[in-house]
Structures are given as structure tokens and as C-alpha cells.
Nanobody, 123 residues
Framework: VQLQASGGGLVQAGGSLRLSCAASGGTFSSYAMAWFRQAPGKEREFVAGISWSGGSTFYGGSVKGRFTISRDNAKNMVYLQMNSLKPEDTAVYYC?????????????????WGQGTQVTVSS
């Protein structure tokens, strides 16, 4: 499967952004999906994950209550709604797919990765 992330940009602290990830070339509904992020000089960090059906979602501690992951299997899309953004949310955000997975916060579980989209939050 190929993944294409979009929707990043520059936003002020307290603002919102919605990231999108378009999947192609596979049976999208067979993949658990996730968003990770990586800031300069830091390790890749789990942000949010969702099961193949969308019935289960889970979040990294730093974004819980502010970000929401969702998916539309009919459109082969996964989304990340980001609210109450903080400067520390600044990073490149990547979507990832885990075929037949049930959702996991560990990056090595994901077989496919998008190219990343930059999110910059100004203070």
C-alpha cells in the first residue's frame, strides 16, 4: 500500500489542523493505521492509532484529549484532527499502516509509511 500524508502547515498555539492520509494499492480495511511524529533531534514518537474497523483508537500521552484519529474505509483515508496545538507539537507527522494488525504504538510493527507532512506551531 502507498500512503500520502497531507494537511500540515503553520499554525499558532491554540489552533487546529487536520491531517489526512490517503492510501492506495491495497485493501485499506485490512490495515491498522497510525500517526507518528518526529521533531528535529528527537526519536520518532507514537501519536495515535486506529484499528482496521475504526472501532478502537488509542493515543500517546502527550496528545490524549487534544487529538482525534479517525478513518473512512470507503474513501481509503485516515485523519488526525489536532486541536489546542502547542509549540511542542511541532514535528514531521507520518502516517503508517500495519497489515492485519490490531493497532500498536510501536513503530516497528508498521510495514508501510507515508512521506510525512510538516506541522509547525508558533508560540
Amino acid at each position: 500500500v502507498q500512503l500520502q500524508a497531507s494537511g500540515g502547515g503553520l499554525v499558532q498555539a491554540g489552533g487546529s489542523l487536520r491531517l489526512s492520509c490517503a492510501a492506495s494499492g491495497g485493501t485499506f480495511s485490512s490495515y491498522a493505521m497510525a500517526w507518528f511524529r518526529q521533531a528535529p533531534g528527537k526519536e520518532r514518537e507514537f501519536v495515535a492509532g486506529i484499528s482496521w474497523s475504526g472501532g478502537s483508537t488509542f493515543y500517546g500521552g502527550s496528545v490524549k484529549g487534544r487529538f482525534t484519529i479517525s478513518r473512512d474505509n470507503a474513501k481509503n483515508m485516515v485523519y488526525l484532527q489536532m486541536n489546542s496545538l502547542k509549540p511542542e507539537d511541532t514535528a514531521v507527522y507520518y502516517c503508517a499502516a500495519d497489515q492485519y494488525g490490531r493497532g500498536d504504538s510501536r513503530s516497528f510493527k508498521y510495514d508501510y509509511w507515508g512521506q510525512g507532512t510538516q506541522v509547525t506551531v508558533s508560540s
